[in-house]
């Protein structure tokens, strides 16, 4: 993609952005590779880190229980086997989440977004929840998220930020959580991305952090929009991303780039 450089006549004003209380740092699923990935001890872990937003991914038991974990199926990241959503939420809570990633975690559990959302709003951290639905379960995933979310988060000051690669996902959050905020998530520029994004209402495009120039982020901040990139694990890229005046930044490397 080629860079271009738009420039703005001096009579004219650009309009502010809409205000935005998240930090600029985000920690990728908790602590990145530092410790298992969607527990409650990763998340410990990148608040030891200094971080005080995290990333999660939520999908549904066949129960209807929101729960973290990136992955359709379990075999990655659980001694389970099989589709998560395929399972009630009792037979998930007692999977090993842990053990895969070292000794030091063995028996560490799924948690739910609610146990999830309990750490949070009791520490003052913010929470990004990608809506990772089961194939299938995608407007469903994101009402049951969106209504969730809603109960727990109520009467808070800032409330989390959904985000989502499923537009059909952030419609769902929408029809039951229209007031929390929501981001599209692509990895490519697909064809309709940004109409896409302004139907659903978005405040923000988070991107495979390659794709932003200095065009896209001033198209980007035309529409009113954020500009958030994932998943950043180089100094070079970090900077280049501050260089261009994108507004967050989702790493693993929490032990790397310091949040303050």
């Not at 379990?74 to 001694?79: E, G, I, P, S, Y």
Request: hydrophobic residues 40%; proline residues 7%.
């Amino acid at each position: 993609m080629t860079e271009t450089h738009p420039t703005t006549a001096p009579h004219e004003a650009v309009a502010p952005l809409p205000h935005w209380p998240y930090p600029r740092w985000v920690a990728h699923r908790g602590a990145g590779k530092l410790a298992p990935e969607n527990t409650l001890a990763a998340f410990r872990l990148g608040a030891q880190h200094g971080y005080r937003m995290f990333e999660c991914d939520a999908k549904l038991s066949r129960d209807g229980v929101p729960f973290l974990m990136h992955d359709a199926t379990l075999q990655r990241t659980t001694n389970g086997s099989g589709t998560g959503g395929d399972l009630d939420w009792g037979t998930l809570a007692q999977l090993d989440a842990g053990g895969w990633h070292s000794r030091a975690h063995a028996g560490e559990p799924l948690p739910t977004l609610q146990a999830l959302a309990h750490f949070c709003i009791a520490n003052g951290y913010f929470l990004n929840v990608e809506i990772k639905p089961t194939p299938g379960v995608e407007e469903k995933t994101g009402q049951v998220v969106g209504a969730q979310c809603a109960q727990l988060w109520q009467g808070q000051a800032v409330q989390p930020l959904f985000s989502s690669f499923k537009p059909d996902a952030l419609a769902g959050a929408r029809s039951t959580a229209p007031h929390i905020p929501r981001a599209l998530l692509v990895d490519s520029l697909w064809d309709g991305w940004l109409e896409q994004a302004r139907a659903l209402g978005c405040v923000a495009i988070v991107c495979n952090h390659a794709l932003w120039d200095t065009a896209l982020v001033a198209r980007v901040h035309g529409e009113g929009m954020r500009a958030l990139s994932y998943t950043v694990n180089d100094e070079w890229a970090a900077q280049r991303l501050t260089d261009l005046r994108t507004d967050g930044i989702i790493t693993d490397r929490v032990d790397l780039f310091s949040p303050v």
